[in-house]
């Protein structure tokens, strides 16, 4: 059931108008969405290791408040496994806490990927990041457009290092990048 919602949201999400999802698009605008809808759509295809399935989800954003903005509406209208979502922001890289599920860097944070990894390395914690090319540099996940459609990157050595298990149907549908 988990593959098909996920299938589902990208066929939706890979429908709407490339004029509208291009990452030169001011603030608030639908690529906000588009992201938030599938980090909500990553939680339920990834498998965090066991001493992180005690509590909520925890979902930081470094840098980016429209960002912040959309996840927390995606977290009050929705739960994952009975786990409530929550979202922090983070202004600056030393801000960051290991207890996050998920970091999302903004693409003006971007550059400062080896920091953020630096400071996370040890933890189970799914960094996506979005600007091109930063899954080679370590992000486990990477937003990308192409021919003006969202999709994403998927680091795999990125991932076996950081111990977090994904499905079949998440690697086939991502970019994948070793």
């Known amino acids: 059931m988990k593959t098909i919602l996920l299938n589902i949201s990208i066929l939706l999400y890979?429908?709407?108008p490339p004029v509208t999802i291009t990452r030169q698009d001011g603030p608030g605008e639908v690529i906000y969405r588009v992201h938030s809808i599938y980090i909500y759509n990553f939680i339920k295809e990834i498998q965090w290791p066991d001493t992180y399935n005690n509590n909520n989800i925890v979902i930081g954003v470094l840098g980016n408040t429209e960002m912040e903005i959309e996840l927390?509406?995606?977290?009050?209208?929705?739960t994952t496994s009975s786990r409530k979502i929550t979202v922090k922001l983070f202004k600056n890289a030393s801000e960051?806490?290991?207890?996050?599920?998920?970091?999302?860097?903004?693409a003006e944070h971007s550059d400062g990927l080896s920091t953020v990894l630096q400071k996370v390395k040890g933890s189970s914690m799914l960094v996506i990041t979005?600007?091109?090319g930063a899954a080679k540099f370590g992000?486990?996940?990477?937003?990308?457009s192409e021919g003006g459609k969202p999709r994403f990157?998927?680091?795999?050595?990125?991932?076996e290092k950081s111990h977090l298990k994904y499905t079949q149907q998440l690697k086939t549908?991502?970019?994948t990048v070793n």
Do not use: G, P
């Not at 960051?96 to 903004?106: D, G, Q, R």
């Not at 992000?139 to 990308?144: A, E, Q």
């Open 14 to 16: 890979s429908l709407v």
């Open 72 to 78: 927390k509406k995606m977290a009050t209208a929705r």
């Open 96 to 106: 960051v806490e290991k207890t996050c599920h998920i970091l999302y860097l903004a």
């Open 130 to 132: 979005n600007k091109d």
């Open 139 to 144: 992000s486990l996940i990477n937003f990308v």
């Open 153 to 159: 990157e998927m680091n795999l050595s990125a991932f």
């Open 173 to 175: 549908v991502a970019i």
